[in-house]
């Protein structure tokens, strides 16, 4: 079975830190993809990053980054010198088969809160 | 191209009652899904379909029917609303060609059962 952890419920910050969020994963397929998805408050869902398995280079868009380590099973998000339009909800999730067709494990998400 | 759409946005139904929430995709993808997310919960998959005709049961299908009769269209219905089935309902899609499953999220449906 495939599991997405994000163990961080909520984490609150002042603006222009830099904040991480955690995500850990399990699977036992040997190739799968990683997402991130962003929700703010205004409640669509955002796609921000794809991740493939074979490919553990960091990326690094503007003030986010994301850090894979197939070896720990984690696929970390930081943002950089964050702002108050970060604050909204962030969802790991895991691509992977069930019954044979691909979809989506997500986590149970982490809200990030930036105060100015 | 309007994406993916959800109607309705906002649905109050009282314990019993039965309705339908429609999902429309207009990028001809082959692969459509059902979520509910739930405070703390993360997104769950409730029922998808893998081409017109085809539906099959998720994470937590209990309580809701689906129907693919036209490809662009994805209907998640509820015949006797409970309680528990109050959430938020996103719809989703994506082509098949793609190995990496990246899905087109709808709006979402904000659903209270009274």
């Known amino acids: 079975a495939q599991k997405v952890t994000q163990a961080q419920t909520e984490i609150s910050v002042v603006e222009k830190e830099d904040v991480t969020l955690d995500c850990v994963y399990e699977?036992?397929?040997?190739?799968?993809?990683l997402f991130w998805y962003k929700q703010p408050p205004s409640g669509e869902l955002v796609f921000l990053i794809r991740r493939n398995s074979f490919d553990e280079q960091n990326e690094i868009s503007g003030r986010y980054s994301w850090n894979f380590q197939k070896s720990t099973s984690s696929f970390n998000f930081t943002i950089t010198a964050s702002q108050v339009v970060d604050s909204a909800v962030y969802f790991c999730?895991?691509?992977?088969?069930?019954?044979?067709?691909?979809?989506?494990?997500f986590g149970k998400g982490t809200m990030l809160l930036v105060s100015p | 191209n309007a994406g993916v759409t959800q109607t309705p946005k906002f649905r109050v139904l009282k314990t019993g009652q039965s309705m339908t929430l429609l999902c429309a995709q207009d990028m001809n993808h082959e692969y459509m899904y059902w979520y509910r997310q739930d405070p703390g919960m993360g997104l769950r998959l409730i029922h998808y379909?893998?081409?017109?005709?085809?539906?099959a049961k998720g994470e937590v299908p209990d309580g809701y029917n689906v129907s693919r009769l036209k490809k662009q269209n994805f209907l998640l219905g509820l015949e006797s609303a409970a309680p528990s089935q109050t959430s938020v309902y996103f719809c989703a899609s994506r082509p098949s060609t793609t190995s990496y499953n990246e899905q087109f999220f709808g709006p979402g449906t904000r659903l209270t059962v009274l």
């Open positions: 999730a895991l691509s992977g088969l069930i019954s044979g067709y691909s979809t989506l494990t």
């Open positions: 379909s893998v081409g017109e005709g085809t539906t």
């Open positions: 699977t036992r397929d040997t190739t799968y993809y």
